[in-house]
């Protein structure tokens, strides 16, 4: 379990984050919601040891999180970073070499998967494919949790519904997943939690499937009443 | 395979209501193998720990069941099937004699409607 605890973090006079607690956990799809520029990322990079913290703590199984945090963690950003000239292939040889966790055979069935051509440059792809590159490097480590920002943000319909399926596939299996997103249409009957950030704070944390057994509200609901209050 | 899931009823409830149609139907007969859990989760693109809530629920409620690491299997128990097609008849003709009683009709007026609405939709 990833136990976010009371995290806050300022850049220059901005506080960011003001007292950020939630948890995550492995074999779940925990989702942080909130508007752009709530600290959605800033959280991401807290969890991999990124940026360093003005307050609180993160811990990994009770312990917490350090330079090691690579080897359990992932995270996939918002958008490629390899070099736009490089190749699938190339970009899929430069994560081989750098990450012991790497794993081919996934990386294959997700290429598979994708329907993606291995000899193609990142340049040339749609908006589309490039994100499913992105996150098939992320989802082929061997890793515990996926940490996801904005997976489905700006990409067309079909991309989306492919992505959403690898979700519900072997490829995720029983990893911990954390992502962020402001659309959460799309994703509502994929997540088990939802996070609801605002102004640096969680203004609340449940269980989306609980929440509507319970109370008979969907996930647009709750944030309805809790955003416009 | 393909649900349309409404957002406000727990996903696990919409997917136990749609084995039921499918058995009440036929389309899932007695015995017949069905999806893995992960499979299922897949195919209609929900989350897996709610395919799974689903599928204990249904081996709870004996429409399902699952020998040791065989693939599970909808229920050869008679009673149980029968009672499925029952409890959807049921649950509609519920559902539509609320809905017509707050308009206030007879129920004889009401029922020669149905009649006829039924035949039609079977020329159709």
């Given at each position: 379990m990833i136990e976010v605890n009371d995290i806050k973090k300022k850049f220059g006079r901005k506080q960011v984050l003001n007292g950020v607690s939630f948890t995550a956990e492995k074999g779940k799809i925990t989702c942080i919601i909130g508007i752009n520029g709530v600290g959605k990322t800033t959280i991401m990079n807290a969890i991999m040891n990124l940026t360093p913290l003005n307050g609180g703590q993160i811990l990994m199984n009770g312990e917490s999180i350090g330079k090691q945090s690579y080897e359990q963690i992932t995270f996939i950003p918002?958008?490629?970073?390899?070099?736009?000239?490089?190749t699938i292939a190339e970009s899929m040889q430069f994560m081989t070499d750098f990450y012991?966790?790497?794993?081919q055979e996934r990386a294959t069935e997700l290429l598979d998967f994708f329907k993606l051509q291995e000899s193609e440059k990142i340049n040339n792809l749609s908006k589309g494919n490039r994100a499913k590159v992105n996150l098939l490097l992320g989802l082929a480590l061997d890793v515990d949790y996926l940490l996801m920002d904005?997976?489905?943000?700006?990409?067309d319909i079909f991309s989306r519904e492919q992505i959403a399926e690898v979700f519900t596939?072997?490829?995720?299996?029983d990893r911990g997943v954390i992502i962020t997103t402001h659309e959460i249409n799309d994703i509502e009957h994929l997540i088990d939690k939802a996070v609801l950030l605002d102004e640096g704070k969680v203004l609340t944390e449940f269980n989306s499937e609980e929440v509507r057994e319970t109370e008979g509200k969907s996930v647009v609901d709750v944030m309805r009443e809790v955003y416009q209050q | 395979m393909n649900v349309m899931f409404n957002k406000r009823d727990p996903v696990y409830v919409q997917v136990i209501r749609y084995f039921k149609e499918q058995i009440a139907t036929g389309m899932f007969e007695s015995g017949q193998e069905i999806p893995s859990r992960r499979e299922l989760a897949n195919r209609l693109k929900i989350n897996p720990n709610t395919a799974q809530r689903a599928y204990k629920e249904m081996e709870e409620a004996g429409l399902i069941y699952t020998e040791r690491n065989l693939p599970s299997k909808i229920t050869k128990d008679e009673a149980i099937l029968k009672s499925v097609r029952q409890e959807l008849i049921m649950e509609a003709v519920d559902d539509f004699v609320s809905s017509i009683r707050s308009i206030n009709v007879p129920v004889d007026e009401v029922l020669d409607l149905v009649k006829e609405t039924f035949e039609n939709e079977d020329d159709k």
């Amino acid at each position: 379990m990833i136990e976010v605890n009371d995290i806050k973090k300022k850049f220059g006079r901005k506080q960011v984050l003001n007292g950020v607690s939630f948890t995550a956990e492995k074999g779940k799809i925990t989702c942080i919601i909130g508007i752009n520029g709530v600290g959605k990322t800033t959280i991401m990079n807290a969890i991999m040891n990124l940026t360093p913290l003005n307050g609180g703590q993160i811990l990994m199984n009770g312990e917490s999180i350090g330079k090691q945090s690579y080897e359990q963690i992932t995270f996939i950003p918002d958008a490629i970073i390899m070099q736009p000239n490089m190749t699938i292939a190339e970009s899929m040889q430069f994560m081989t070499d750098f990450y012991d966790s790497w794993n081919q055979e996934r990386a294959t069935e997700l290429l598979d998967f994708f329907k993606l051509q291995e000899s193609e440059k990142i340049n040339n792809l749609s908006k589309g494919n490039r994100a499913k590159v992105n996150l098939l490097l992320g989802l082929a480590l061997d890793v515990d949790y996926l940490l996801m920002d904005e997976p489905f943000s700006g990409i067309d319909i079909f991309s989306r519904e492919q992505i959403a399926e690898v979700f519900t596939s072997h490829l995720v299996e029983d990893r911990g997943v954390i992502i962020t997103t402001h659309e959460i249409n799309d994703i509502e009957h994929l997540i088990d939690k939802a996070v609801l950030l605002d102004e640096g704070k969680v203004l609340t944390e449940f269980n989306s499937e609980e929440v509507r057994e319970t109370e008979g509200k969907s996930v647009v609901d709750v944030m309805r009443e809790v955003y416009q209050q | 395979m393909n649900v349309m899931f409404n957002k406000r009823d727990p996903v696990y409830v919409q997917v136990i209501r749609y084995f039921k149609e499918q058995i009440a139907t036929g389309m899932f007969e007695s015995g017949q193998e069905i999806p893995s859990r992960r499979e299922l989760a897949n195919r209609l693109k929900i989350n897996p720990n709610t395919a799974q809530r689903a599928y204990k629920e249904m081996e709870e409620a004996g429409l399902i069941y699952t020998e040791r690491n065989l693939p599970s299997k909808i229920t050869k128990d008679e009673a149980i099937l029968k009672s499925v097609r029952q409890e959807l008849i049921m649950e509609a003709v519920d559902d539509f004699v609320s809905s017509i009683r707050s308009i206030n009709v007879p129920v004889d007026e009401v029922l020669d409607l149905v009649k006829e609405t039924f035949e039609n939709e079977d020329d159709k």
